[in-house]
């Protein structure tokens, strides 16, 4: 069965850190893209970061190139984003998913997903 943990969120001042982690299990770990999504109240969930180390790549969207960070640990089967200079358009509940394939942007693309965690930034 796979599965898919989040964990790491907080709250936490405008300009401070987090870092999230998602731990997997059930699957071949470095076969699979793994993506880190986010969803504010009122928006569409959005693509924030992913990685394949299959393919050997990764992906950042606009709004938090430079300041976050994805990182995969195959020993542990965890992938991490740094989440660095937040802002409190960063709040949200962020999501981690996974699926055999290139890594994508899209919600549709990945077919198992964690339960969530909540991230919030005051200003």
């Known amino acids: 069965e796979v599965q898919l943990v989040e964990s790491g969120g907080g709250l936490v001042q405008a300009g401070g850190s987090l870092r999230l982690s998602c731990a997997a299990s059930g699957f071949t770990f470095d076969d699979y893209a793994i993506g880190w999504f986010r969803q504010a109240p009122g928006k569409e969930r959005e693509a924030v970061s992913c990685?394949?180390?299959?393919?050997?790549?990764?992906y950042y969207s606009d709004s938090v190139k430079g300041r976050f960070t994805i990182a995969s640990d195959s020993a542990k089967n965890t992938v991490y984003l740094q989440m660095n200079s937040l802002k409190a358009e960063d709040t949200a509940v962020y999501y981690c998913a996974a699926d055999l394939g290139k890594p994508g942007t899209r919600s549709y693309e990945y077919s198992y997903w964690g339960q969530g965690t909540q991230v919030t930034v005051s200003s």
């Open positions: 990685i394949s180390s299959r393919v050997g790549s990764t």
